[in-house]
């Protein structure tokens, strides 16, 4: 039964819900709209990197300047200047593979999405590519460390590169998962020491809190410790895309337990939240 003649069995007849045909029901919906349609989204993914743009000049300047906290180790204010990106929703926005999980009522997997990276799909996230150009003229090298997996990396070159996007190749600045045995984790801090022992780090950019820190899988009370540990990273070293679609933001609420029923996960979900009481 269409929309419009369902309508109209309702107003009529009074037929039952369970009669018409309703769009399934995914928890990516609202999220995947926003990236993919909104304003809000393009503006605030703009104004996050024209403030790292605005931050490059006294980043440069003060040597005992880091965005590698943990991974910089001994005298690195002599090391040249280097900058690391994530790429998927930070670099290339992925909302067509969001939209087609949504609309199939299905999930994230490696066999669809090899596929669509391989297929070149993804587009510019709005300020990333003015940003990374502006920090090459400045001498800074671009590292682009991803969770895509290895077999994956040519294809995220050539997606890359198909907008301008500046990669070095005087030596591998694509970093996937995998691609050496100590980066097989998803946890980056291997990556970013990888970086760090050559480069003065000076700024990170994500949309992941495990972007920037390993604890990224901790429950929602260490997650939030640990944001509030590193303060004052966030807008001058850190930077920080919004990404309401997936990440770890949701799995911590149920424990990161993905084997758990799609009901038991919601309903944990459902829990997590601080709800109002009306009196």
């Not at 966030?234 to 424990?255: Q, V």
């Amino acid at each position: 039964m269409n929309t419009k003649l369902c309508a109209t069995a309702l107003l009529v007849v009074g037929v039952g819900l369970a009669a018409c045909d309703t769009p399934p029901q995914n928890d990516g919906l609202n999220g995947t709209l926003w990236l993919q349609s909104s304003v809000e989204n393009k503006a605030n993914a703009l104004a996050t990197y024209r403030l790292g743009t605005m931050m490059l000049d006294a980043a440069l300047a003060d040597k005992s300047w880091t965005a590698a906290p943990n991974e910089q180790k001994g005298d690195f204010s002599g090391k040249p200047p280097a900058i690391i990106l994530d790429v998927d929703e930070t670099v290339l926005d992925n909302s067509v593979y969001q939209s087609w999980v949504v609309t199939k009522n299905t999930h994230y997997s490696s066999k669809t999405w090899g596929p669509f990276v391989n297929d070149i799909r993804s587009r510019p996230i709005p300020g990333s590519l003015d940003f990374i150009k502006t920090a090459v003229a400045k001498g800074i090298k671009i590292f682009y460390v991803t969770n895509r997996k290895a077999p994956l990396e040519a294809a995220t070159r050539k997606n890359l590169a198909v907008f301008g996007y500046p990669i070095d190749t005087s030596e591998d600045t694509v970093l996937t998962k995998g691609e050496k045995k100590a980066w097989k984790s998803s946890k980056k801090s291997p990556r970013r020491a990888h970086v760090a022992k050559n480069y003065r780090v000076l700024m990170v950019f994500g949309d992941n809190f495990g972007d920037f820190v390993d604890g990224y899988k901790g429950s929602l009370a260490e997650r939030h410790a640990l944001y509030q540990k590193h303060d004052a990273m966030w807008g001058t070293k850190w930077f920080m895309l919004a990404n309401p679609s997936y990440g770890s933001w949701e799995s911590s609420a149920f424990g990161n337990a993905w084997g758990k029923p799609l009901a038991v996960r919601r309903q944990m979900k459902l829990d997590a939240l601080d709800a109002w009481k009306p009196k």
